[in-house]
Nanobody
Framework: QVQLVESGGGLVQPGGSLRLSCAAS????????MGWYRQAPGKERELVAT???????KSADSVKGRFTISRDNGKRTAYLQMDSLKPEDTAVYYC??????????????????WGQGTQVTVSS
């Protein structure tokens, strides 16, 4: 009913930049929170950055000053601008959203959704 589609991942050299996008689709009423988690091989999934509809942000200490999260509420899309990338940023990045939406005439409130993941590889 709700889909999160990610794009923008790829291979980049250390010090380079990438921008991830996450577009939400469906009979969406509102998106409370939108952002990214990441999971490196052999590691647990961890928070990267999130942004609420009201403009409140959270981010991991390891990415502060390098990554910037933003969202276009009209397009129902979130962006993660990643600068000064390091090899330790290599991971699968998963879009995450808390979504309220209509299904079969009923309102579903504040449901958690995940994207399929996009690979980011930082290597020389």
């Amino acid at each position: 009913q709700v889909q999160l589609v990610e794009s923008g991942g790829g291979l980049v050299q250390p010090g380079g930049s990438l921008r991830l996008s996450c577009a939400a689709s469906g009979s969406i009423v509102s998106i409370n929170t939108m952002g990214w988690y990441r999971q490196a091989p052999g590691k647990e999934r961890e928070l990267v950055a999130t942004l609420t509809a009201g403009g409140s942000t959270k981010s991991a200490d390891s990415v502060k000053g390098r990554f910037t999260i933003s969202r276009d509420n009209g397009k129902r899309t979130a962006y993660l601008q990643m600068d000064s990338l390091k090899p330790e940023d290599t991971a699968v990045y998963y879009c995450y959203a808390i979504v309220s939406y209509y299904s079969g005439g009923s309102l579903n409130l504040n449901k958690n959704y995940w994207g399929q993941g996009t690979q980011v590889t930082v290597s020389s």
